[in-house]
């Protein structure tokens, strides 16, 4: 996939585009993740430390606890996207087809993803529902991987904000190995 290059002043539309790319962005990624509660203004636990191998459908995750591994879907590969260069996918708009596919825009980010994969929460979602979550945030991307890096909230006194230091990406990863969590893997990853 293409979509390496934003231009100079990326719009709101580009930026979504590069968070629905993620997915296609990368094939190994070693971060840390950290949370903040209380708006942003307060640690939430110990950082944990993440591998992600999409070509061995992996995660393995490394906490004060302890060193979990959880295998299969979602952490394979993702879905072929399906090169789309028409005025709908330029404007942002998903194909009229209710097929699952993934459709690019012509500089390679992906303009529409499989329905399943939107988490709409509509009119009943906590933000609409819960006067203190924030409402409005703060958002960086780390464009090569289009991960979020930092999500600080910008309103409200509740709710958590969120960062992910990349370590390392599409680099061989060497994670520690612990007890399998998830779906069985194949022995000959």
């Known amino acids: 996939m ?7 002043t990326p719009t709101a539309e580009d930026l979504r585009a590069l968070a629905r790319s993620s997915p296609w962005r990368f094939s190994t990624v070693h971060f840390t993740h950290r949370r903040q509660r209380d708006g942003g203004s307060t640690a939430s636990g110990a950082p944990v430390e993440a591998w992600l191998d999409r070509r061995r459908g992996r995660l393995v995750l490394r906490s004060a606890g302890g060193v979990e591994v959880a295998g299969g879907p979602p952490y394979g590969e993702a879905v072929d ?9 330029r404007a942002g708009r998903p194909p009229s087809s209710p097929a699952p596919e993934v459709v690019l825009r012509p500089d390679g980010l992906v303009v529409h993803r499989p329905e399943d994969w939107y988490d709409d929460h509509g009119p009943e979602g906590p933000t609409l529902t819960d ?44 994670p520690p190995l612990g007890p399998l969590t998830g779906p069985p893997l194949d022995p000959s990853l």
Do not use: F, K, Q
């Open 81 to 89: 996207p399906v090169p789309h260069d028409d005025d709908a996918a």
């Open 131 to 174: 006067g203190s979550l924030p409402t409005v945030h703060s958002v960086h991307l780390d464009v090569r991987p289009g991960i979020v890096v930092d999500i600080t909230p910008l309103d409200g006194t509740g709710g958590s904000g969120l960062s992910n230091e990349i370590l390392a990406v599409d680099e061989p990863l060497d």
């Open 2 to 8: 293409t979509g390496d290059a934003l231009p100079e």
